[in-house]
């Protein structure tokens, strides 16, 4: 194991997803989200089966043997994909990654209704304070629904965040289904798949002609999302999840500093006040997730026979 090179991956991969988000925020003025979530997953493919060339992995590594799931998988991953992109064209973006601090909260109750995980008094607690979170940085948007034109689309790009989180969280639990037959470079290569295959449905919805500049944009938001898609998979081979899993939430840092000095967006207190508990809440869930893997860990050393 070594943890600071997990680490310094695991930070290299939120930095280019929030660099990919900004990139797609900047075009959204222009370039519908089904239209972005196509380029954002077709431009990962060639990254990720080179990846995969390299690590010689190419003919195990893209083996299936659950089609149905990797379906399911990536159609709620493009639902989210696609509604976090429509969110990024109406709000700031510190409040979109703010608001899918959502997705891993919501994991740990779909884990429970869904996989049947035992989820204890501790953990549901940690929830509730982070969705408290979230419902602070929600509010000052839901009461604009009956305001001005611009307030109530800020409005509805809060609600597609949110829904979003919540396709998100479902995909993970499809992830953790998948894990247990699929090999993870299969996983994340047929999302890549899925998604471009299902974002051109959205073609009869009015895809543009990008200019030259959203091109590249475009492109080089495919690009970065497949590159931070391995730096974030190789993390995990460094050190455990949950030594990189904490460093997910420097990417509100990210998309302060991305925001107030590319966008020119001033976070609220709202926002800062939601972001700080959904944070916290997360970090409390994943020391818990380490502790019980301890004890798990523990109890089956003392079952093993010498």
């Given amino acids: 194991m070594r943890p600071l090179t997990g680490i310094a991956l695991k930070l290299a991969s939120v930095m280019l997803f929030i660099t990919m988000s900004a990139l797609i925020k900047a075009v959204a003025g222009h370039v519908p989200p089904g239209e972005s979530v196509f380029f954002r997953s077709f431009f990962a493919i060639p990254v990720i089966l080179t990846w995969l060339a390299l690590r010689g992995d190419l003919r195990t590594g893209l083996r299936v043997r659950s089609p149905m799931g990797h379906f399911w998988r990536g159609f709620v991953g493009t639902a989210a994909m696609g509604m976090g992109f429509a969110a990024l064209g109406l709000l700031p973006l510190p409040e979109v990654t703010a608001l899918g601090y959502a997705a891993p909260l919501l994991v740990v109750v779909f884990a429970a209704m869904f996989l049947n995980e035992q989820v204890g ?66 996983i994340v290569f047929y999302f890549s798949v899925t998604s471009t295959l299902l974002s051109l449905l959205t073609l009869p919805f ?14 080089l938001a495919g690009l970065l999302g497949g590159i931070g898609q391995i730096f974030l998979t190789s993390s995990y081979r460094f050190a455990d999840a949950s030594v990189v899993a904490p460093f997910d939430y420097a990417s509100i840092l990210f998309a302060l500093g991305i925001g107030y000095f590319i966008f020119d967006e001033v976070p609220t207190g709202a926002m800062l006040t939601g972001a700080s508990l959904v944070v916290v809440a997360g970090i409390i869930i994943i020391w818990r997730e380490r502790q019980l893997g301890i004890r798990r860990n523990k109890a089956r050393a003392a079952r093993t026979p010498e």
Avoid: D, H
Avoid at 131 to 148: D, E, F, K, M, Q
Avoid at 210 to 219: I, R
């Fill in 121 to 186: 008094v501790f953990r549901i607690s940690a929830v509730g304070l982070g969705l408290i979170g979230v419902l602070i940085v929600l509010a000052p948007r839901l009461t604009a629904l009956s305001g001005p034109v611009v307030e109530t689309m800020q409005a509805v790009g809060a609600m597609l965040a949110l829904t979003g989180a919540i396709c998100a969280a479902l995909a993970q639990i499809y992830v953790r289904k998948l894990v247990q037959t699929e090999e993870t470079s299969a």
């Fill in 206 to 219: 009015g895809w543009v002609l990008p200019t030259g500049a959203e091109l590249g944009l475009l492109v």
